[in-house]
């Protein structure tokens, strides 16, 4: 079945540097891919989305590419900030008929000044 | 106010108590979802429903019932509540455009504690 799997956190990073957090999946077919994020207190939120091969997904200086060579979907900022501490989840979709949303387990995000 | 409200915000309960969780929302849409959301182990879907006369079991629908009771309402209920029951619960929404778009509209979760 489908599956998703994003790397372990939390992520701890200083404000400014480069955020890279893996995600790679498995699924039958051509899934659409997903990143979440879900801020302190808050539900789940769509960051960006990727929906076939080689598009680039990107919203509010957050960026991931669809990489079916490498069953892939990467989420990357240039330069982090201190509100983007948060949870953030990987999810894939597939694209015939009704296909529930399949997430990761998350990775938590800590930004400090 | 929030398009998609969930009450109780908390609640803390007893192993064998019967709860209810309700989740309303003003966004329109006919699907709505429940989800389970445990550390390390992400999401986990729990019923669905496409509109009010069709109701769909999830991945961990044991222990649980839903109940839409209008296009706006869709309530989860733990009949008898056990600890491993503990977690945080999230109702979503979606329209038609979601199935493939794959964008929910959560709620702020219920986080609901067994004992």
């Known amino acids: 079945g489908n599956s998703v799997t994003q790397m372990e956190g939390p992520v701890t990073l200083s404000e400014e540097a480069f955020l890279t957090i893996n995600c790679t999946y498995t699924a039958t077919g051509y899934p659409s891919l997903f990143w979440y994020v879900q801020y302190p207190g808050e539900g789940l939120q769509l960051l960006l989305k990727a929906t076939k091969a080689d598009d680039k997904g990107s919203n509010k200086g957050f960026e991931a590419t669809y990489r079916k060579e490498t069953t892939s979907f990467h989420l990357e900022k240039g330069s982090v900030q201190v509100s983007d501490s948060a949870v953030y989840f990987c999810?894939?979709?597939?694209?015939?008929?009704?296909?529930?949303?399949?997430f990761g387990t998350g990775t938590r995000l800590l930004v400090s000044p | 106010d929030a398009d998609v409200t969930q009450t109780p915000r908390n609640r803390i309960t007893k192993t064998g108590k019967r709860i209810m969780l309700e989740c309303s929302q003003t966004k329109g849409h006919d699907r709505m979802y429940w989800y389970r959301q445990d550390p390390g182990l992400g999401l986990r879907l729990i019923y669905y429903s496409f509109d009010v006369k069709d109701i769909n079991k999830g991945e961990i629908s044991d222990g649980y019932s839903v109940s839409r009771q209008a296009q706006a309402k869709f309530s989860l209920s733990l009949e008898s509540a056990i600890p491993n029951q503990t977690a945080l619960y999230f109702c979503?929404?979606?329209?038609?455009?979601?199935?493939?778009?794959?964008?929910?509209?959560f709620g702020e979760g219920s986080r609901l504690t067994v004992l």
């Open positions: 979503a929404t979606s329209d038609l455009r979601g199935q493939t778009t794959g964008e929910l509209f």
């Open positions: 999810a894939l979709s597939g694209n015939t008929g009704f296909q529930k949303l399949v």
